[in-house]
Protein backbone atom coordinates (compact mmCIF):
# COMPACT_ATOMS: atom_id res chain seq x y z
CA UNK A 1 0.00 0.00 0.00
CA UNK A 2 0.77 3.11 -0.55
CA UNK A 3 -0.22 5.00 2.25
CA UNK A 4 2.55 5.36 5.03
CA UNK A 5 1.69 4.97 8.66
CA UNK A 6 4.08 6.48 10.07
CA UNK A 7 3.45 9.44 12.36
CA UNK A 8 5.91 12.19 11.41
CA UNK A 9 5.96 15.47 13.80
CA UNK A 10 7.39 19.01 12.94
CA UNK A 11 8.70 21.28 15.14
CA UNK A 12 9.29 24.61 14.80
CA UNK A 13 13.02 25.36 14.36
CA UNK A 14 13.99 22.14 13.62
CA UNK A 15 15.74 20.84 10.47
CA UNK A 16 15.64 17.02 11.80
CA UNK A 17 13.36 16.45 8.87
CA UNK A 18 15.65 18.45 5.98
CA UNK A 19 19.21 15.36 7.33
CA UNK A 20 21.02 15.94 3.93
CA UNK A 21 20.23 20.01 3.07
CA UNK A 22 22.97 21.72 1.72
CA UNK A 23 22.46 25.37 2.93
CA UNK A 24 23.31 26.15 6.56
CA UNK A 25 20.41 28.34 6.37
CA UNK A 26 17.66 27.46 3.82
CA UNK A 27 15.58 31.05 3.16
CA UNK A 28 14.63 30.20 -0.19
CA UNK A 29 10.96 29.02 0.71
CA UNK A 30 9.34 31.60 -1.56
CA UNK A 31 11.39 30.29 -4.50
CA UNK A 32 11.04 26.26 -4.08
CA UNK A 33 10.85 24.63 -1.03
CA UNK A 34 13.39 21.22 -0.36
CA UNK A 35 11.27 18.35 -0.13
CA UNK A 36 11.20 17.43 3.52
CA UNK A 37 11.97 13.37 4.66
CA UNK A 38 8.57 13.20 5.48
CA UNK A 39 7.60 14.21 1.45
CA UNK A 40 10.07 12.09 -0.15
CA UNK A 41 8.93 8.91 2.04
CA UNK A 42 5.54 9.17 1.16
CA UNK A 43 6.47 9.94 -2.61
CA UNK A 44 8.91 6.70 -2.62
CA UNK A 45 6.53 4.76 -1.09
CA UNK A 46 3.43 5.80 -3.90
CA UNK A 47 6.13 5.48 -6.58
CA UNK A 48 7.09 1.54 -5.45
CA UNK A 49 3.10 1.07 -5.23
CA UNK A 50 2.31 1.94 -8.56
CA UNK A 51 5.50 -0.14 -9.43
CA UNK A 52 4.45 -3.33 -8.10
CA UNK A 53 0.28 -2.34 -9.00
CA UNK A 54 0.02 -0.72 -11.90
CA UNK A 55 -3.31 0.62 -12.71
CA UNK A 56 -4.87 -1.75 -9.24
CA UNK A 57 -3.12 1.35 -7.16
CA UNK A 58 -5.72 4.01 -9.00
CA UNK A 59 -8.47 4.14 -6.92
CA UNK A 60 -6.25 3.85 -3.73
CA UNK A 61 -4.98 7.33 -4.86
CA UNK A 62 -8.53 8.24 -5.81
CA UNK A 63 -9.22 8.26 -2.08
CA UNK A 64 -5.99 9.69 -1.38
CA UNK A 65 -6.95 12.75 -3.09
CA UNK A 66 -10.77 13.10 -1.71
CA UNK A 67 -8.69 13.15 1.74
CA UNK A 68 -6.23 16.10 0.44
CA UNK A 69 -8.72 17.79 -1.22
CA UNK A 70 -10.40 18.28 2.35
CA UNK A 71 -7.29 18.84 3.92
CA UNK A 72 -6.64 21.84 1.62
CA UNK A 73 -10.37 22.98 1.86
CA UNK A 74 -10.30 23.50 5.51
CA UNK A 75 -6.96 25.28 5.22
CA UNK A 76 -7.76 27.77 3.29
CA UNK A 77 -11.74 27.81 4.35
CA UNK A 78 -13.27 26.44 1.57
CA UNK A 79 -15.14 23.45 1.22
CA UNK A 80 -14.53 20.75 -0.65
CA UNK A 81 -16.30 21.29 -4.12
CA UNK A 82 -14.31 24.27 -4.26
CA UNK A 83 -11.39 22.78 -4.60
CA UNK A 84 -9.77 21.62 -8.16
CA UNK A 85 -5.63 19.93 -8.68
CA UNK A 86 -4.15 21.68 -10.52
CA UNK A 87 -0.20 21.61 -11.49
CA UNK A 88 0.56 25.03 -10.68
CA UNK A 89 -0.63 28.56 -9.74
CA UNK A 90 -0.80 29.62 -14.07
CA UNK A 91 -2.92 26.67 -14.65
CA UNK A 92 -5.36 28.23 -12.04
CA UNK A 93 -5.16 31.91 -13.68
CA UNK A 94 -5.34 30.67 -17.50
CA UNK A 95 -8.55 28.54 -15.89
CA UNK A 96 -10.29 31.28 -14.92
CA UNK A 97 -9.00 34.05 -17.14
CA UNK A 98 -10.13 31.84 -20.16
CA UNK A 99 -13.56 30.79 -18.44
CA UNK A 100 -14.56 34.23 -17.20
CA UNK A 101 -17.64 35.43 -18.83
CA UNK A 102 -15.81 38.21 -20.28
CA UNK A 103 -17.86 40.74 -22.46
CA UNK A 104 -15.90 42.69 -25.42
CA UNK A 105 -15.09 45.88 -23.90
CA UNK A 106 -14.83 44.81 -19.95
CA UNK A 107 -12.00 45.77 -18.20
CA UNK A 108 -10.06 43.54 -15.82
CA UNK A 109 -7.81 45.74 -13.16
CA UNK A 110 -4.04 44.11 -12.71
CA UNK A 111 -1.02 45.40 -10.69
CA UNK A 112 2.54 46.79 -12.33
CA UNK A 113 5.00 45.00 -10.38
CA UNK A 114 3.33 41.61 -9.73
CA UNK A 115 4.82 37.99 -10.28
CA UNK A 116 4.21 37.64 -14.12
CA UNK A 117 1.82 34.10 -13.71
CA UNK A 118 -0.89 36.64 -12.65
CA UNK A 119 -0.73 38.99 -15.65
CA UNK A 120 0.03 36.84 -18.80
CA UNK A 121 -3.01 34.72 -18.64
CA UNK A 122 -4.95 38.19 -17.98
CA UNK A 123 -3.41 39.64 -20.97
CA UNK A 124 -3.98 36.66 -22.95
CA UNK A 125 -7.87 37.05 -22.14
CA UNK A 126 -7.48 40.35 -22.98
CA UNK A 127 -7.00 39.54 -26.82
CA UNK A 128 -8.95 36.36 -27.27
CA UNK A 129 -12.28 38.41 -26.09
CA UNK A 130 -11.35 41.84 -26.08
CA UNK A 131 -11.11 42.61 -22.49
CA UNK A 132 -8.82 45.85 -21.61
CA UNK A 133 -6.15 45.19 -18.98
CA UNK A 134 -5.78 48.83 -16.71
CA UNK A 135 -2.39 48.06 -14.08
CA UNK A 136 -2.81 49.94 -10.96
CA UNK A 137 0.97 50.37 -9.17
CA UNK A 138 1.76 48.54 -6.13
CA UNK A 139 3.75 51.38 -4.73
CA UNK A 140 0.33 52.90 -3.19
CA UNK A 141 -0.26 49.71 -1.28
CA UNK A 142 3.47 49.09 -0.31
CA UNK A 143 2.67 53.28 1.18
CA UNK A 144 -0.40 52.37 2.83
CA UNK A 145 -3.30 50.06 2.77
CA UNK A 146 -5.47 52.84 2.49
CA UNK A 147 -4.08 54.75 -0.05
CA UNK A 148 -4.10 51.25 -2.07
CA UNK A 149 -7.79 50.76 -1.81
CA UNK A 150 -8.38 54.14 -2.06
CA UNK A 151 -7.00 54.05 -5.77
CA UNK A 152 -8.31 51.27 -6.24
CA UNK A 153 -11.79 52.11 -5.81
CA UNK A 154 -11.79 55.27 -8.28
CA UNK A 155 -10.38 52.50 -10.98
CA UNK A 156 -13.86 50.08 -9.76
CA UNK A 157 -16.00 53.29 -10.04
CA UNK A 158 -14.95 53.49 -13.58
CA UNK A 159 -15.97 50.00 -14.33
CA UNK A 160 -14.34 46.38 -14.13
CA UNK A 161 -15.38 42.92 -14.11
CA UNK A 162 -12.61 41.55 -11.67
CA UNK A 163 -9.26 42.44 -10.23
CA UNK A 164 -6.15 39.86 -9.74
CA UNK A 165 -3.71 40.56 -7.04
CA UNK A 166 -1.79 38.51 -5.56
CA UNK A 167 -1.93 37.34 -1.68
CA UNK A 168 1.34 38.18 -1.09
CA UNK A 169 3.72 40.30 -3.20
CA UNK A 170 6.67 37.84 -4.74
CA UNK A 171 9.16 40.51 -4.39
CA UNK A 172 8.65 42.83 -1.16
CA UNK A 173 6.20 40.13 1.14
CA UNK A 174 3.41 42.58 1.30
CA UNK A 175 0.26 40.96 2.77
CA UNK A 176 -2.41 42.62 0.68
CA UNK A 177 -5.44 43.56 2.39
CA UNK A 178 -7.52 40.96 0.76
CA UNK A 179 -10.61 41.57 2.52
CA UNK A 180 -11.66 45.27 1.76
CA UNK A 181 -9.99 44.59 -1.33
CA UNK A 182 -13.07 42.12 -1.82
CA UNK A 183 -15.42 44.33 0.01
CA UNK A 184 -14.81 46.83 -2.54
CA UNK A 185 -14.89 44.41 -5.45
CA UNK A 186 -17.84 43.19 -4.48
CA UNK A 187 -19.46 46.95 -3.98
CA UNK A 188 -18.82 47.78 -7.76
CA UNK A 189 -19.89 44.39 -9.35
CA UNK A 190 -16.18 42.73 -9.61
CA UNK A 191 -14.91 39.70 -8.54
CA UNK A 192 -11.69 39.06 -6.90
CA UNK A 193 -9.27 37.06 -7.88
CA UNK A 194 -6.03 35.90 -5.40
CA UNK A 195 -2.55 34.65 -6.55
CA UNK A 196 -2.15 32.68 -3.04
CA UNK A 197 0.94 30.74 -3.75
CA UNK A 198 3.85 33.80 -1.54
CA UNK A 199 0.64 32.72 1.42
CA UNK A 200 -0.60 29.29 1.27
CA UNK A 201 0.54 27.67 4.36
CA UNK A 202 2.86 30.41 6.15
CA UNK A 203 0.08 33.32 6.19
CA UNK A 204 -3.35 32.35 7.83
CA UNK A 205 -6.39 32.78 5.07
CA UNK A 206 -9.99 32.25 4.97
CA UNK A 207 -11.16 32.87 1.10
CA UNK A 208 -15.11 32.71 2.49
CA UNK A 209 -14.71 34.90 5.40
CA UNK A 210 -12.58 37.53 3.64
CA UNK A 211 -15.02 37.18 0.32
CA UNK A 212 -12.53 36.12 -2.13
CA UNK A 213 -13.96 34.39 -5.44
CA UNK A 214 -10.94 32.84 -6.59
CA UNK A 215 -7.56 31.39 -5.31
CA UNK A 216 -5.15 29.85 -7.51
CA UNK A 217 -1.46 28.16 -5.51
CA UNK A 218 1.22 26.42 -6.55
CA UNK A 219 2.13 23.29 -3.72
CA UNK A 220 5.90 24.00 -3.90
CA UNK A 221 6.85 27.32 -1.95
CA UNK A 222 4.80 27.88 1.41
CA UNK A 223 2.92 24.22 1.41
CA UNK A 224 6.43 22.39 0.82
CA UNK A 225 5.30 20.49 -1.48
CA UNK A 226 6.88 19.23 -5.12
CA UNK A 227 6.70 21.41 -7.65
CA UNK A 228 3.57 20.59 -10.39
CA UNK A 229 0.85 20.02 -7.61
CA UNK A 230 -0.76 22.94 -7.00
CA UNK A 231 -4.79 23.82 -6.14
CA UNK A 232 -7.32 26.27 -7.07
CA UNK A 233 -10.34 27.14 -5.10
CA UNK A 234 -13.50 28.45 -6.95
CA UNK A 235 -16.04 30.09 -4.99
CA UNK A 236 -19.13 27.81 -5.76
CA UNK A 237 -21.38 30.98 -6.59
CA UNK A 238 -19.07 31.68 -9.27
CA UNK A 239 -19.29 28.22 -10.90
CA UNK A 240 -22.80 28.54 -12.51
CA UNK A 241 -21.31 31.70 -14.37
CA UNK A 242 -17.88 30.72 -16.11
CA UNK A 243 -17.42 29.04 -19.35
CA UNK A 244 -16.16 25.81 -19.83
CA UNK A 245 -13.35 26.88 -22.13
CA UNK A 246 -10.53 25.11 -20.91
CA UNK A 247 -12.58 21.42 -20.49
CA UNK A 248 -11.18 17.88 -20.92
CA UNK A 249 -12.58 14.17 -20.97
CA UNK A 250 -12.40 14.42 -16.97
CA UNK A 251 -14.41 17.82 -17.23
CA UNK A 252 -17.69 15.84 -17.24
CA UNK A 253 -19.89 14.15 -14.74
CA UNK A 254 -19.89 10.86 -14.61
CA UNK A 255 -16.37 11.04 -16.76
CA UNK A 256 -15.10 7.33 -16.31
CA UNK A 257 -18.17 5.38 -16.35
CA UNK A 258 -17.38 3.99 -19.66
CA UNK A 259 -14.13 2.52 -18.34
CA UNK A 260 -15.94 0.70 -15.13
CA UNK A 261 -19.49 -0.20 -16.46
CA UNK A 262 -18.94 -1.95 -19.99
CA UNK A 263 -20.27 -0.65 -23.33
CA UNK A 264 -23.07 1.75 -23.59
CA UNK A 265 -21.97 4.31 -21.49
CA UNK A 266 -19.12 6.35 -23.76
CA UNK A 267 -20.89 9.86 -24.30
CA UNK A 268 -19.36 13.14 -25.42
CA UNK A 269 -22.41 15.06 -24.30
CA UNK A 270 -22.60 14.82 -20.45
CA UNK A 271 -22.70 17.82 -18.61
CA UNK A 272 -19.52 19.46 -17.20
CA UNK A 273 -18.96 19.73 -13.64
CA UNK A 274 -20.50 22.11 -11.12
CA UNK A 275 -17.95 22.46 -9.40
CA UNK A 276 -13.96 23.70 -9.13
CA UNK A 277 -13.08 19.93 -10.25
CA UNK A 278 -13.93 21.03 -13.45
CA UNK A 279 -11.00 22.09 -14.39
CA UNK A 280 -9.18 18.65 -13.91
CA UNK A 281 -9.07 18.14 -17.24
CA UNK A 282 -7.05 14.95 -17.49
CA UNK A 283 -4.92 12.74 -15.30
CA UNK A 284 -2.45 14.08 -12.96
CA UNK A 285 -0.01 13.95 -10.46
CA UNK A 286 -0.89 11.20 -8.61
CA UNK A 287 2.30 11.04 -6.67
CA UNK A 288 3.10 14.79 -6.62
CA UNK A 289 -0.50 14.86 -4.49
CA UNK A 290 0.80 12.18 -2.23
CA UNK A 291 3.88 14.42 -1.58
CA UNK A 292 1.73 17.41 -1.12
CA UNK A 293 -0.06 15.49 1.44
CA UNK A 294 2.86 14.63 3.26
CA UNK A 295 3.88 18.64 3.50
CA UNK A 296 -0.09 19.60 4.53
CA UNK A 297 0.17 16.95 7.16
CA UNK A 298 3.40 19.21 8.82
CA UNK A 299 2.19 22.23 7.73
CA UNK A 300 -1.48 21.72 9.50
CA UNK A 301 0.01 19.83 12.25
CA UNK A 302 2.28 23.09 13.57
CA UNK A 303 -0.60 25.28 12.25
CA UNK A 304 -0.67 28.05 9.62
CA UNK A 305 -1.07 30.53 12.22
CA UNK A 306 1.80 29.41 14.40
CA UNK A 307 4.16 29.18 11.35
CA UNK A 308 2.98 32.55 10.49
CA UNK A 309 4.22 34.06 14.02
CA UNK A 310 7.59 32.04 13.57
CA UNK A 311 8.87 33.14 10.29
CA UNK A 312 7.62 36.95 11.12
CA UNK A 313 10.00 36.48 14.06
CA UNK A 314 13.00 35.22 11.79
CA UNK A 315 12.30 38.28 9.96
CA UNK A 316 12.03 40.31 13.18
CA UNK A 317 15.33 38.98 14.28
CA UNK A 318 17.11 39.37 10.59
CA UNK A 319 15.89 42.83 10.03
CA UNK A 320 17.55 45.53 11.69
CA UNK A 321 21.34 43.99 11.52
CA UNK A 322 20.75 44.12 7.59
CA UNK A 323 19.63 47.84 8.24
CA UNK A 324 22.77 48.34 10.09
CA UNK A 325 25.05 47.34 7.36
CA UNK A 326 23.51 49.48 4.95
CA UNK A 327 20.60 47.50 3.39
CA UNK A 328 17.05 48.80 2.48
CA UNK A 329 14.25 46.83 3.94
CA UNK A 330 11.21 46.63 2.17
CA UNK A 331 9.03 44.67 4.71
CA UNK A 332 6.13 46.74 5.69
CA UNK A 333 6.21 48.39 9.18
CA UNK A 334 2.63 47.14 9.90
CA UNK A 335 2.59 43.52 11.81
CA UNK A 336 -0.61 43.10 9.50
CA UNK A 337 0.92 43.85 6.08
CA UNK A 338 4.02 41.16 6.90
CA UNK A 339 5.10 37.68 5.61
CA UNK A 340 7.00 35.10 5.70
CA UNK A 341 9.34 37.36 2.95
CA UNK A 342 12.04 39.63 4.13
CA UNK A 343 13.44 41.42 1.07
CA UNK A 344 15.73 44.21 1.41
CA UNK A 345 17.67 46.13 -1.19
CA UNK A 346 21.78 45.88 -0.48
CA UNK A 347 24.03 48.96 -0.57
CA UNK A 348 24.35 51.22 -3.31
CA UNK A 349 27.93 49.35 -4.43
CA UNK A 350 27.10 46.14 -4.21
CA UNK A 351 25.74 43.88 -6.86
CA UNK A 352 22.96 41.74 -6.00
CA UNK A 353 23.83 38.93 -8.18
CA UNK A 354 27.25 38.62 -6.60
CA UNK A 355 26.04 39.24 -3.55
CA UNK A 356 23.47 35.81 -3.48
CA UNK A 357 26.24 34.52 -4.82
CA UNK A 358 28.60 35.32 -2.20
CA UNK A 359 25.93 33.90 0.55
CA UNK A 360 25.58 30.67 -1.10
CA UNK A 361 28.93 29.86 -0.68
CA UNK A 362 28.52 30.55 2.62
CA UNK A 363 25.65 28.61 3.34
CA UNK A 364 22.39 31.08 2.89
CA UNK A 365 20.61 29.96 0.54
CA UNK A 366 18.38 33.24 -0.73
CA UNK A 367 16.66 34.73 -3.71
CA UNK A 368 17.45 37.56 -5.69
CA UNK A 369 13.61 38.66 -8.03
CA UNK A 370 13.97 41.71 -9.59
CA UNK A 371 17.32 42.62 -7.82
CA UNK A 372 16.05 42.63 -4.45
CA UNK A 373 17.84 40.38 -2.13
CA UNK A 374 14.90 38.21 -0.68
CA UNK A 375 15.21 35.76 2.87
CA UNK A 376 11.87 33.39 3.12
CA UNK A 377 11.94 30.77 5.88
CA UNK A 378 9.63 28.64 7.05
CA UNK A 379 8.59 26.54 10.15
CA UNK A 380 12.17 24.38 9.66
CA UNK A 381 14.20 27.76 10.71
CA UNK A 382 15.44 28.53 13.66
CA UNK A 383 15.26 32.07 15.08
CA UNK A 384 18.91 31.99 16.00
CA UNK A 385 19.96 31.90 12.74
CA UNK A 386 20.34 35.48 12.39
CA UNK A 387 23.40 35.59 14.21
CA UNK A 388 25.06 33.44 11.19
CA UNK A 389 22.82 35.29 8.42
CA UNK A 390 23.93 38.68 9.60
CA UNK A 391 27.50 37.53 10.07
CA UNK A 392 27.87 35.77 6.68
CA UNK A 393 26.18 38.90 4.88
CA UNK A 394 29.11 41.20 6.73
CA UNK A 395 31.62 38.68 5.66
CA UNK A 396 30.38 38.63 1.83
CA UNK A 397 29.93 42.36 1.37
CA UNK A 398 33.40 42.81 2.65
CA UNK A 399 34.71 40.57 0.02
CA UNK A 400 32.62 42.40 -2.30
CA UNK A 401 34.01 45.44 -1.23
CA UNK A 402 37.78 44.11 -2.19
CA UNK A 403 37.03 42.66 -5.66
CA UNK A 404 35.88 43.66 -8.80
CA UNK A 405 31.72 43.40 -9.51
CA UNK A 406 30.33 40.33 -10.65
CA UNK A 407 28.92 40.16 -14.06
CA UNK A 408 30.51 43.72 -15.83
CA UNK A 409 32.13 41.99 -18.19
CA UNK A 410 30.39 38.49 -18.52
CA UNK A 411 28.15 40.51 -21.13
C1 LIG B 1 3.28 35.37 -6.84
C2 LIG B 1 3.71 34.17 -7.63
N1 LIG B 1 2.82 33.56 -8.45
C3 LIG B 1 3.14 32.46 -9.13
C4 LIG B 1 4.40 31.90 -9.05
C5 LIG B 1 4.71 30.64 -9.78
O1 LIG B 1 3.68 30.23 -10.59
P1 LIG B 1 3.53 28.67 -11.00
O2 LIG B 1 3.06 27.95 -9.76
O3 LIG B 1 2.52 28.69 -12.07
O4 LIG B 1 4.86 28.23 -11.47
C6 LIG B 1 5.36 32.52 -8.23
C7 LIG B 1 6.74 32.01 -8.08
O5 LIG B 1 7.29 31.19 -8.73
C8 LIG B 1 4.99 33.66 -7.50
O6 LIG B 1 5.86 34.25 -6.69
Redesign the pocket.
Known amino acids: MGRDDVKFTAKLGDREHFPDLEPLVYCNH??ISPPSWPVRRAMQNAIADWGRRGSQAFGTYGAQRARLREKLARLIGASVEEIAFLP????GVTAIALSFPWKRGDRVILFEG??P??VTPWMRAGELFGVEPVFLPLSDFQESDERGLGRLAEELAKGARLVAV?AV??RTGLRMPLGEMARLCHAHGAELFV?G??ATGAVPVDVRALGIDYWAS?G??WLMGPEGT?MLYVRKERVEALQPHVAGWLSHEDAVRFLLEGPGHMRYDRPFKKRAEVFEVGCINAIGLVGLEAAVDLVVELGVETIHAHVVRWGDAVEPGLVERGFTSLRAPEANRRSGILAVLPPKDIDVVALQRALLTRGISTAIPDGVLRFSPHWPNHVDEAEQVLLSTEDALAELRGAPRARSEDW
Open positions: AANTSSEFANSQFDIQGHKG
